[in-house]
């Protein structure tokens, strides 16, 4: 095959020819990508779907609500911004759910929208919460 200064468009007139014209060459393409994707789908679709399954019951695990809720019920001593929409203030009362690694799940007493993820630290400071100290 000799090249002139056509370049990447005499390359794909020759291979047009050689397929007997431009529509199977396309109809090729096509079917070679779907082939390779099919395949690669097949190979690498149940480790993503383990992997994914995995994640999903660590995370589950990690953030599972304990079964046995606390009573012990804290009261907010001063006003405070908990995150995420969530204004505590003074003479408001909650129950600690679940704590997590530096936050806690509390509910608070009164309100419609529960349960909220606050910072733990966040409640020590402006409730007589101490964290660890839930009886979880």
């Known amino acids: 095959m000799a090249k002139s200064n ?4 005499q390359t794909m007139v020759e291979l047009a020819k ?3 014209g431009p529509v199977k060459l396309g109809l090729y393409v096509v079917a070679g990508g779907v082939l390779v994707g099919g395949t690669a789908v097949a190979i690498v679709g ?6 994914a399954g995995l994640a999903f019951d660590v995370a ?5 609500l304990s079964k046995s809720v ?13 995150g995420k929409g969530l204004w ?11 704590e997590i690694e530096g ?3 509390i509910e608070i007493r009164g309100k419609k929208k529960n349960p909220w993820m606050v910072s733990s630290h966040v409640l020590e400071n402006v409730s007589d919460f101490r ?3 839930s009886e979880l």
């Open 103 to 105: 936050g806690a799940l």
């Open 60 to 64: 589950k695990q990690k953030f599972a």
């Open 6 to 9: 056509l370049g990447a468009y």
């Open 18 to 20: 050689s397929a007997d």
């Open 88 to 98: 505590l203030h003074i003479g408001d009362t909650f129950t600690v759910t679940n």
């Open 46 to 51: 149940p480790a993503v779907k383990k992997g």
């Open 70 to 82: 606390t009573s012990t019920v804290f009261t907010i001593s001063a006003d405070a911004d908990g």
């Open 131 to 133: 964290i660890g100290d």
